[in-house]
């Protein structure tokens, strides 16, 4: 009797490559195909040579090669690609077998096409995948989301695959329709912050401190193995040790403008929509975006100077300071993206486990922590907690860095230092826990020019009131009140 796979891939690139590799080391039969079928015999001949791989070389051929319930993986480029090939996979399925998307897809393509896929009698899942080539091979993060009773059909494989933080897989259904890829989305965000808060504190270092990479390479070591522990922290202190051939430290020699492929903008795309003062993350959005103009400031940076770069402080306290900064930001980047899956919770009618979500990402993904397991905790003391800023151990830790973050943010733009992200941490945490914002005033200007009218603090919310503040205009005020 032919043997049948478990599952089926399409896209051998790399991050596909490596997740079959990933399967099939966990004792699953793989069908793998790709456009460019010459990349399915490469493969089947070099990394996957003598082990459990059925080659296709049609769309046909690798569903015809699966077990029934059928499971049909796609990892390529996201966007129509993805359409097409679900209009290609389609007519070689039977009611019951699945759809997965493992791509980066911008979550309302997922709500779309999984309403698509089961008018069609099949079953979707759109799920998010991280960990890079390392997780893709070794045990990644997954945030699945889609047709509920698809996921105990592919769980006993995406659960072998996963990583594991206490024996426990790092990967869970997210909810419906497209709720694992907005979890995806939310990550990336959160990646897009920590990178940029690391960043902020190696500049800080290097350009206020004068710190050479060999020194910074101690100091983010240190911070590794403390309550900073995570996988972006261990990248940069390996980073700042690297040198070349030539014994030169190689960060130095890369210049600086970042890529940027999308999500972190439809993070924060998404919050704006919602009305979810997503700042911080926003904030290292553009911070990418101005480093991309780079002809630009290098003619200003010779033509709009600064003050003159001087610290004349305890250099180890300000180390010490500049940790208690980047924590206490951290853990503002978290609470701004925990705040936006609950708002798109109550948008889209998804149950989200925010602490199965914290546990998905204690491990195999790039925003892996040490204080994950501090916000899985939180959430299963509090399900409704409204924000981790709250949340006592949370409370403590950013009460505790305070003063040391208003020193390093106040150094920073005392001495011309760029600070975006963690500064507007530190915005939005004033923002936050103040309880009158001067947005009374602002209401009084949108009343003033548009009639947009106002409520009273000496009145029950839901009144609503205008003032004819010229004596020359009408009593007609608008008549929808947005907050």
């Not at 989301?145 to 259904?173: T, Y």
């Not at 202190?237 to 190689?250: H, K, S």
């Not at 491990?363 to 905790?377: M, N, P, Q, T, Y």
Request: glycine residues 10%; charged residues 25%.
């Amino acid at each position: 009797m032919e043997k049948l796979a478990d599952i089926g891939l399409i896209g051998l690139a790399v991050m596909g490559e490596n997740l079959v590799l990933n399967m099939e080391s966990k004792g699953f039969t793989v069908a793998v195909f790709n456009r460019t079928v010459s990349k399915v015999d490469d493969f089947v001949n070099g990394r996957g040579k003598g082990k459990n791989f059925i080659p296709a070389r049609s769309i046909e051929e690798l569903c015809k090669s699966l077990k029934r319930p059928r499971k049909v993986m796609m990892l390529v480029k996201a966007g129509q690609a993805v359409d097409d090939f679900i209009e290609l996979i389609i007519p070689h399925l039977e009611p019951g077998d699945v759809i997965i998307d493992g791509g980066n897809t911008h979550f309302p393509d997922t709500i779309r096409r999984t309403a698509y896929v089961e008018s069609k009698g099949l079953l979707y899942i759109g799920t998010g995948v991280s960990g890079g080539e390392e997780g893709a091979l070794n045990g990644p993060s997954m945030m699945p989301g889609g047709s509920k009773p698809a996921w105990e059909l592919v769980k006993p494989i995406f659960q072998s695959i996963c990583a594991k933080a206490d024996n426990a897989p790092c990967c869970d259904w997210v909810g419906e329709n497209g709720a694992g890829h907005f979890v995806k989305m939310v990550h990336n965000g959160i990646e897009y912050g920590d990178m940029q808060l690391i960043c902020e504190a190696y500049q800080i270092m290097k350009d206020l401190l004068g710190m050479s990479a060999a020194e910074m390479h101690e100091v983010f070591k240190a911070w590794n193995e403390g309550e900073l522990n995570s996988y972006l922290v261990e990248i940069t202190r390996d980073i700042l040790a690297y040198r070349n051939e030539d014994g030169e430290v190689v960060v130095d020699k890369i210049l600086d403008t970042a890529g940027q492929k999308g999500t972190g903008k439809w993070t924060g795309v998404a919050a704006l929509d919602l009305g979810v003062p997503l700042t911080l993350i926003g904030e290292s959005v553009f911070a990418r975006c101005l480093s991309a103009q780079k002809e630009e400031r290098v003619v200003a940076s010779a033509q709009l100077p600064g003050p003159a770069i001087k610290f004349d402080g305890d250099k180890a306290a300000f180390i010490n300071d500049l940790k208690n900064a980047l924590y206490a930001s951290k853990i503002v980047s978290y609470a701004q993206g925990y705040l936006l899956m609950r708002e798109a919770a109550k948008e889209y009618k998804w149950n989200l486990n925010n602490g199965g979500i914290a546990l998905m990402w204690r491990g195999g993904c790039i925003i892996r922590s040490a204080f994950l397991g501090k916000i899985k905790e939180a959430f299963d003391s509090n399900p409704d907690l409204a924000n981790l800023l709250l949340d006592p151990f949370f409370k403590e830790k950013v009460l505790a860095a305070q003063a040391s973050w208003r020193k390093v943010v106040s150094a920073a733009i005392a001495n011309g230092i760029p600070v975006p992200s963690l500064s507007s941490a530190l915005t939005y945490f004033d923002g936050y826990r103040s309880s009158r914002l001067p947005a009374n005033l602002l209401q009084a200007q949108r009343d003033y020019f548009g009639a947009h009218t106002y409520e009273r603090i000496d009145k029950p919310r839901g009144e609503f009131f205008h003032t004819n503040w010229t004596g020359k205009g009408g009593n007609t005020s608008a008549s929808t009140y947005v907050v």
